[in-house]
């Protein structure tokens, strides 16, 4: 993952303790203002994400449009990341607060009748934590594919939030035994969520994104083809600080053969093009920075 600054343990504790003895309302000026100071000093983040705007949208958005975009991605982003404080010291019934949940619910329900579990596939739009943590609160049982971060205490912080939620963390690799376990939990009927606009490791494809080739992670393709489950991609976005909506989109409609690699291509083609529409709607809170 890439390092930054603020990623490390000192800055994470801090935040906690801040989140936990201020106010919300405080809490959030001063996330708002930390985001703030991150935009104007911060040239190389303010680069790569006016040069993904210009990419989602063609070029054509206009200047005075993409400098509000672009001062409202550090906002939200600021947001986020206080929102992610807060839901380390919430119960689950707590966090449960936080999201609407969920339009199109009935597509998860339906796909799970069939026995097969599902593959819940989301990107870093909104706040990807709170739309498990809500679906779990739900009753659904929930695994997530989670990549390592940058330190061990920023990965145990992480991890420890999910468990306690009742999630259930399987760390993939280049492991055999994480994707042995993936194919276990959609046989037990459980959801496996993953995130799939950013590729983590060697395992990804070339497919377009925005009308360019990007490498995309084909994990969460090869597992829903492996295991015959139904992809749903699913988001959790921000309408306000502290309230999310979530939504859950169809089934993608999957291919498997008879020639596999043009199935796979087939089916990331599809991934791609639902997370274009979704980043299309929140640029402003698809919170990746590196150049598309």
Do not use: C
Not at 116 to 143: C, F, Q
Not at 267 to 286: C, K, M, S
């Amino acid at each position: 993952m890439r390092e930054h600054f603020l990623d490390k343990p000192f800055w994470y504790l801090q935040a906690l303790k801040t989140v936990q003895s201020l106010p919300t309302p405080i809490t959030y000026g001063l996330a708002r203002l930390v985001a703030a100071l991150v935009f104007f000093f911060s040239t190389r983040d303010r680069r790569h994400v006016s040069q993904n705007l210009d990419v989602i949208f063609n070029g054509y958005q206009p200047p005075a449009g993409q400098r509000l975009l672009l001062w409202r991605f550090f906002q939200n982003y600021g947001i986020y990341i206080a929102d992610f404080f807060r839901l380390l010291s919430m119960n689950l019934e707590e966090s449960r607060a936080f999201a609407r949940l969920y339009e199109g619910r009935h597509h998860l329900d339906e796909a799970l009748a069939k026995g097969r579990g599902a593959v819940l596939l989301t990107a870093h739009i909104g706040h990807w934590e709170i739309g498990g943590l809500g679906l779990r609160a739900m009753g659904y049982p929930v695994n997530v594919v989670a990549i390592k971060h940058n330190t061990l205490f920023t990965n145990t912080l992480v991890n420890v939030m999910r468990a306690r939620h009742g999630i259930r963390i399987i760390e993939v690799e280049e492991s055999t035994f994480g994707a042995i376990e993936l194919v276990k939990a959609l046989d037990r009927n459980e959801l496996v969520a993953v995130l799939g606009d950013k590729p983590f490791s060697e395992r990804s494809e070339v497919t377009t994104f925005f009308g360019r080739p990007v490498q995309l992670p084909v994990g969460p393709v090869l597992l829903a083809m492996a295991a015959r489950a139904p992809i749903i991609p699913a988001f959790s976005v921000m309408e306000a600080p502290g309230r999310y909506r979530g939504i859950i989109e169809p089934p993608l409609e999957l291919h498997y053969g008879p020639d596999r690699s043009e199935a796979l291509q087939h089916n990331l083609l599809q991934v791609a093009r639902v997370f274009e529409r979704y980043i299309r709607l929140y640029p402003d809170q698809w919170y990746v920075v590196e150049p598309i």
